[in-house]
């Protein structure tokens, strides 16, 4: 599934791109410019896994397309838009090399069961038990889950060389995989769509930033929740990937109307930073452009082209302390949009500390799920 969708993406993205004929550039890995046609099909395919974002286990979709095409992957079928099946095999031969990526005709049988049974390598990733976006209705309905996690990003600039999706990528991908381990360990958790738009005031006209207002959240928030209570799933979790976010007062004021136990918290504190580096920063620094290397290389920019977001402080001591608050001015007090050093950045880093969040994150996820919403003291 992850594969089918990460295609069917694909072809949105490149279907008002000049198709058939003309070169199509990608961005590869280091950030440098390149034309598929002239990788052929493994470029193509490699080009469709990069280009497959936020929305999916971006791990599951290096694993089943962001490699190259091995020997063994020409009896692999895929299926054509008129779903007639197509052997990788026999586009190398008919020298449709490249048109998978290019013009993003083909996609491959979703499911298990629409592939031919002869297939080489590996059957790809199966669908996401825990993952409500790649269920079908009967899966979805007869699953009673327990817990709801519901990722939240944000649409804005991150320095000048992380994704406008970093906290949407970043909020999703934790959720996953925490969900993955809870779900292994018997917690009936189910992942939600994320929520791509955060509260972003300051930094409207910083591009095409998108702003929903917290009143606006206070509202998507609340149907999610009247929805969850529909559906009889008593748990949810908002997973926080923006710092400007901020649920707390939505909780308080939903928490009263509905049986629906209600959470929230910010990936980024839920294991200590300090374990994994030297100084995490606030926005596009060392932590989050290590997180990004590690859930999404292909989407980060070679770290040269990075500013040093320096931030500007407050000239008054209680707002630069911390302990007085005032929103800031993103226009005004970094040159970058960063605020701390995303130069020292690694994807290992980037790894580790995705790891023990998701650890952390999953072993709540068992706990509360294993949790009495009506009775949730000791
Ligand atoms: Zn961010």
Known sequence: MEVEHGL?????????????????????????????PDEGLVGGLDGVGARDRCARDDQDVRR???????????????VDEVGRDVAIGDLLEEGL???????GR?????????????????????VR???LADLSWPEARDAAFAVAVLPWGATEPHNLHLPYATDTIQAEGVAAEAARRAWERGARVVVLPPVPFGANAMQLGLGPVIDLRPSTQALVLGDVVRSLEAAGVARLVVLNGHGGNDFKPMIRELQAQTPVFLCALDWWRAAPAADHFDAPGDHAGELETSAMLH?????????AEA??????????????EGWAWAPRDWHRMTADTGVGDPRPATAEKGAAFVDAVAERVAGFLVELAAMDPADPYE
Do not use: C, M, T, W
């Not at 499911?111 to 590996?122: D, G, V």
């Open 8 to 36: 069917a993406r694909a072809r949105a993205v490149v279907d008002d791109e000049p198709v058939v004929g003309q070169p199509l550039l990608r961005r590869d890995a280091a950030g440098h410019s390149k034309e598929v």
């Open 64 to 78: 089943g397309l962001g490699r190259d095409i091995a020997e063994g992957d020409r009896a692999v079928v895929l």
């Open 97 to 103: 090399v490249g048109s998978v990526g290019h013009g």
């Open 106 to 126: 083909y996609r491959r049988g979703g499911r298990q069961a629409n592939r031919a049974p002869s297939l080489s390598p590996p059957p790809l990733d199966p």
């Open 129 to 131: 038990p825990y993952v």
């Open 295 to 303: 859930l999404q290389p292909d989407l980060v920019r070679p770290l």
């Open 307 to 320: 500013g040093d977001g320096a931030e500007r402080p407050f000239r008054v001591a209680a707002l630069r």
